[in-house]
């Protein structure tokens, strides 16, 4: 262990019980996407740690999943597509990781093709543009096998199970653990927020988000722009009450989508439901939508205010055609999608990689 990672495993680092922001309270915490088949510990998430960053999870020995999620953008690769183990390109773009624990629905991908976060944990393994343990590399055996070989993963199951048994249940659970773990607490956004929640009850409401972050009462550091504090009320508000019904879909404070949203018109026709990773750190994609097809927020804003087509995929309430909006109303839009940037979760050592070859 100590030849190859920086770990102490005298004294694992804490994922079980984070100290976050009191909004994010019980109820918060309890929307997880955990279940009692697999609940975070310290030294689960220790051993995902290592999972993640590790490039020999890949045949060749060049990608690990932070290859493509990237902790200082958020998670994310910033190009449209991501670079696979052999050089190929995949066809979506990447998913932002901060706050996969929240979304309710579940199922994983941007078309919920995997049924949990466990279950989507080995499918890049075994992609054969992404980490190449496919059938003709001899898929999760070779690299079980592979694993046994490596000094160190004996040594961290069995510190972690009990026993040095390498499973590929064992790798999904550690593995979900260890991105349960990345919450986003800390962004802008969540800092002043967290001023009105103390103020007003302590309790997540559409009342204490529609709360004014531009006041005094916010300290001069966190408090908004006008711009940015425009964008919150209208991304906030229901289109019925005079905003543009964001919150409706991408939900505060986790800002995970609702796990009853349907897509959001793309392309004329659409039949596929999309989902969409927790808007955190969304400024930091680089790309967005499924496909990476947009390269700025404007563009995004741009979409919602006029491009909505019409499809069985997509959501009732987003109108073909789009949300009427003014140019102002999307550049406060776009403002406040910045607040949403967490640069410590970004930069939080627990998330770095462990390695030292
Ligand atoms: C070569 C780039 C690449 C590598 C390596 C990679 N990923 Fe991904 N990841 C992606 C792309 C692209 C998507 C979206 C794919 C899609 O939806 O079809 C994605 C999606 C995900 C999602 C879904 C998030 C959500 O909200 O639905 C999770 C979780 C994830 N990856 C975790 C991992 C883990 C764990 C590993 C390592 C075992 C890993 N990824 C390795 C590129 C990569
Ligand atoms: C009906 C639910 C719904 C509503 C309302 C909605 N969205 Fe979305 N949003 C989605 C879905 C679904 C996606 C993912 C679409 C895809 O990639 O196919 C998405 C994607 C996004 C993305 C890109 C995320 C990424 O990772 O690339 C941004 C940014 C965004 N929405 C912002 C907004 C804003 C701002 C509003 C309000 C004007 C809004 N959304 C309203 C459902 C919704």
Redesign the pocket.
């Known amino acids: 262990m100590a030849a190859f990672t920086t770990l102490n495993l005298d004294a694992p680092q804490n994922y079980a019980s984070p100290s976050l922001l009191a909004h994010y309270d019980a109820g918060v915490l309890a929307s997880s996407n955990q279940t009692p088949n697999n609940i975070t510990t310290d030294k689960g998430a220790t051993l995902g740690r290592v999972?993640?960053h590790d490039v020999r999870?890949?045949f060749n020995d060049t990608?690990?999943?932070?290859?493509?999620?990237v902790q200082s953008n958020g998670f994310v690769?910033p190009n449209q597509?991501?670079?696979?183990?052999a050089g190929g390109l995949?066809?979506?773009?990447?998913?932002?990781?901060g706050n996969?624990a929240f979304?309710q629905g579940n199922?994983?991908?941007?078309?919920?093709?995997?049924t949990s976060?466990e279950d989507?944990?080995?499918?890049?393994?075994q992609?054969a543009?992404?980490?190449g343990f496919d059938a003709t590399h001899g898929g999760m055996n070779a690299l079980l096998t592979k694993m046994k070989d490596l000094p160190y993963y004996p040594e961290l199951f069995t510190w972690v199970f009990g026993d040095s048994a390498i499973t590929e249940a064992r790798i999904q659970n550690a593995?979900?653990q260890?991105?349960r773990s990345m919450i986003s607490a800390n962004s802008k956004w969540d800092r002043a927020y967290a001023v009105v929640y103390a103020a007003n009850g302590s309790v997540n409401t559409p009342q204490n988000f529609g709360r004014s972050l531009a006041g005094t009462n916010i300290p001069a550091a966190n408090r908004f722009s006008t711009s940015e504090d425009n964008g919150r009320d209208l991304f906030m508000r229901g289109p019925n009450n005079g905003g543009k019904g964001c919150a409706g879909c991408h939900e505060p404070p986790t800002f995970a989508l609702d796990p009853n949203s349907k897509s959001n018109g793309l392309d004329l026709n659409e039949t596929v439901i999309f989902?969409?990773?927790?808007l955190k750190n969304v400024a930091l994609s680089g790309r967005f939508m499924?496909d990476g097809r947009f390269s700025t927020l404007d563009q995004v804003l741009n979409h919602y205010a006029t491009g909505i087509q019409a499809g069985t995929a997509r959501d009732n309430r987003l109108p073909v055609g789009g949300i009427a909006m003014t140019a102002q109303e999307q550049a406060d839009l776009v403002a406040f999608l910045q607040t949403l940037t967490d640069t410590t979760l970004n930069a939080d050592a627990r998330f770095g990689s462990p390695f030292i070859k």
Request: aromatic share 12%; charged share 15%.
């Open positions: 999972l993640f999870l890949s990608k690990s999943c932070a290859s493509c999620h690769d597509f991501s670079t696979g183990f995949t066809t979506a773009h990447a998913m932002r990781l996969v979304y199922s994983m991908f941007w078309n919920k093709r995997a976060v989507q944990a080995t499918d890049p393994i992609n543009t992404e980490m593995l979900a260890f991105q989902k969409s990773p927790s499924h």
